[in-house]
């Protein structure tokens, strides 16, 4: 066969590096971007993702099943190589010699959904004292992970696959959530049973089989039949496993380094006229005109490249139809579905764009990603991301939800691209079509882990977030239920005798237009001053609001005091120190034209009671000079002032006499 691919026997790499359990030293990136008001604060009340005293802002006094919950757990030594959902309660975690599943079928038990469910709020009462610059999972940026573990819950597995010996580094559900696919780095493919956790059938890459010397395989993932297997490994070659046959079926060759990631782009043909039909036709009625599902291969590789392959009709040597250049080694590849079914009764037409009816592919590689059209080939756009190492995990959120403040507002759509490195950093960008066609994949959210992240993973009902690092610890964030979903409870009727009985009726709503809505008035909490103005103890009451030292407040009790015809009685029987309160305060502010009016006769009450004491005290006696000082003063500028609006006066009626002559 010729080619011009390189041949599997000259990689690049022929050892690729695996990643590495660094602790990330890029802590201080975690404040380096500002979070969209709005998406910010739904992911930090939605799944409790963000700082720590942030999210215990957003759900304070909120019940504890309307807002997102947590659980982390260390599944071994091993790095998380990656974690899977298979249905809304299964986890998968490959991690070490071994698959760990956690959940299972609905109603059976489990140590990991009790731990889940019984889990307190996002961020417990003892978390005040947490770093509030990026949330930490495990303690502070600095601790180097040493208390990781304090802060874990044990979880045990409810089922473990083993590989053989081999360490596992990929594992995939099959659509009706029975078998799992695992891949591991002696080369092996393994097809093995959910329940029984018996390996059904084992593919082998090799020499005999027409494979590489037992390289290890790197990803899988299922054909949407169900009957065959995608795998790619560090020798290159993509190979698709018959299940049922028990053999392989197609050996893709082409690329020249390992392959990291394979995935399947699944859509549908339209029909002949499906260019006339309505756009806004429901799913099925759509799904009716269509034909068969066609399926092309993606796989990723370290030499830069993503390589589409097309196995349905194409001859040997001819299955790859479109090679892109992301420019970094492919880390993660993540198929973006077209909307213009599941979407189409709710989304508006003047939003709709020419990406809605296609499948896109993102791609992730170093610190950027790339959006690409699978099946011409051509790049969208390339946008660089704010992580400061590689991007080694990607995951798509795509839910329709209301909006908490504003809920006359129709759902708005949420397509949400999520990447995990290996700095620690989680980013969440925008990824939807009106976005990708303006070139741009805004970033909304933004944590900061104290471990580098290997893994990331979302449930099909976008109610669960996994995610992995390579400390072996797993963290799982739950969605809050929303407010439909919530289950009431019965509420009893309160025992005759009882408070709860007496105050019965009391919050209920009113459902009659005519009927009037009292709000209960607080209580107003009164001043210190204003508790003594209340018990008549005016003199106190004078003392307390001169130590506030707010002008405003002191003038304020004078003039009550003066209504209340207490002024002279709080003035009175004073010594030394309590005098000098007052005379200072009436020196400062005895010339400002706001206050003037109250304090002469503060002035004139403090002359007539204490003028037959002058001479006993030096401070009181040089207060009262002060005062005679400042007043005179005032006097003389008030003398100065009534002089000169004298002489303007007579200017003014000179000039106009003047002017009345000139008239005639």
């Known amino acids: 066969m010729t080619s011009t691919y390189k041949s599997t026997t000259h990689l690049s790499h022929p050892t690729p590096t695996t990643t ?86 609905a109603g059976m038990t489990s140590d990991f959904h009790r731990k889940l469910a019984g889990r307190r709020a996002v961020v417990d009462d003892n978390d005040d004292n947490d770093d509030e610059g990026g949330d930490l999972m495990f303690g502070k940026k600095n601790n180097g992970g040493e208390d990781n573990d304090s802060k874990l819950e044990h979880v045990n597995p409810d089922r473990q696959i083993s590989t053989g010996g081999h360490l596992a580094t990929a594992a995939c559900g099959r659509s009706d959530h029975r078998l799992v696919a695992v891949g591991t780095e002696g080369g092996t493919v393994r097809i093995c049973d959910v329940n029984s956790r018996a390996t059904l059938r084992s593919f ?16 899988v993932c299922w054909m949407r039949d169900g009957k065959r297997v995608v795998a790619g490994g ?56 269509q034909s068969e599902w066609s399926q092309l291969i993606v796989s990723g590789s370290y030499d830069h490249t993503i390589r589409v392959w097309d196995i349905s009709n194409a001859s040997e040597g001819e299955q790859c139809t479109s090679i892109m250049n992301h420019g970094d080694p492919v880390q993660a590849l993540l198929v973006l579905p077209p909307i213009n079914n599941a979407y189409s009764a709710l989304q508006n037409k003047k939003s709709k764009t020419k990406y809605d009816n296609i499948p896109l592919l993102a791609s992730a590689g170093g610190t950027t990603i790339k959006i690409w059209n699978p099946m011409t080939g051509a790049c969208l756009g390339t946008y660089p991301t704010k992580h400061a190492k590689t991007i080694t995990c990607m995951c798509l959120l795509d839910v329709m939800e209301e909006d908490d403040d504003n809920t006359s507002t129709p759902p708005q759509r949420k397509r949400q691209i999520i990447t995990g490195g290996l700095d620690g950093l989680l980013r969440i960008h925008s990824a939807t079509p ?13 944590m900061q882990f104290s471990d580098p992240i290997s893994a990331l993973a979302i449930s099909h009902d976008m109610s669960r977030i996994a995610i992995g690092f390579t400390t072996g610890i797993v963290m799982v964030h739950q969605r809050r ?29 009113s459902h009659d237009p005519d009927d009037y809505l009292l709000m209960p008035q607080k209580k107003q909490k009164l001043a210190e001053y204003d508790v003594l103005l209340r018990k008549f103890r005016y003199g106190d009451a004078l003392d307390k609001v001169l130590e506030t030292r707010q002008p405003q407040n002191v003038i304020a009790v004078i003039e009550e005091l003066g209504k209340r015809r207490g002024l002279s009685l709080a003035l009175s029987n004073r010594d030394e120190e309590s005098l000098e309160s007052i005379l200072s305060f009436t020196i400062r502010f005895i010339d400002n034209p706001q206050y003037t009016p109250y304090l002469i006769g503060v002035a004139h009450l403090l002359c007539d009671i204490y003028g037959s004491v002058l001479g006993q005290s030096a401070i009181v006696d040089e207060l009262f000079s002060k005062l005679k000082t400042k007043v ?18 007579f200017v003014m009626a000179s000039a106009e006499m003047q002017s009345l002559e000139d008239g005639r």
Request: proline share 4%; glycine share 12%; hydrophobic share 30%.
């Open 481 to 509: 239920q929303l407010p439909s979903e919530t289950v009431a409870k019965k509420r009893r009727d309160p025992k005759p005798g009882t408070y709860s009985f007496f105050m019965r009726g009391a919050h209920e709503k």
């Open 20 to 105: 590495s359990t660094i602790q990330s030293t890029t802590a201080h990136l975690s404040t380096t971007l500002t979070s969209h008001p709005q998406h910010g604060k739904w992911w930090m009340r939605t799944y409790g993702i963000g700082p720590r005293s942030l999210v215990k802002q957003l759900t304070h006094g909120r019940r504890r099943r309307t807002h997102g919950r947590r659980l982390g757990f260390r599944v071994g030594t091993f790095p998380v190589e990656e974690v899977r959902f298979g249905d809304a309660s299964l986890l998968m975690v490959v991690c070490g010699p071994r698959v760990c599943l956690y959940g299972g079928r």
């Open 632 to 649: 005179t003063g005032e006097c003389a500028v008030q003398k100065m002032l009534s002089r000169l609006l004298g002489q303007i006066d």
């Open 234 to 289: 560090d020798d290159g070659v993509v190979r698709v496993w018959n299940v049922k046959m028990d053999e392989v079926e197609v050996e893709l060759v082409g690329h020249g380094d390992s392959v990291r990631c394979v995935t399947v782009v699944s859509y549908k043909d339209a029909g002949k006229g499906a260019k006339e039909r309505d756009a806004e036709m429901t799913e099925a009625v759509v799904d009716s005109f």
């Open 204 to 219: 082998s890459c090799s020499k005999a089989k027409g494979g590489g010397d037992r390289k290890s395989v790197r990803d």
């Open 434 to 446: 009106q976005d990708i066609q303006a070139g741009s994949l805004p970033f909304l959210h933004g």
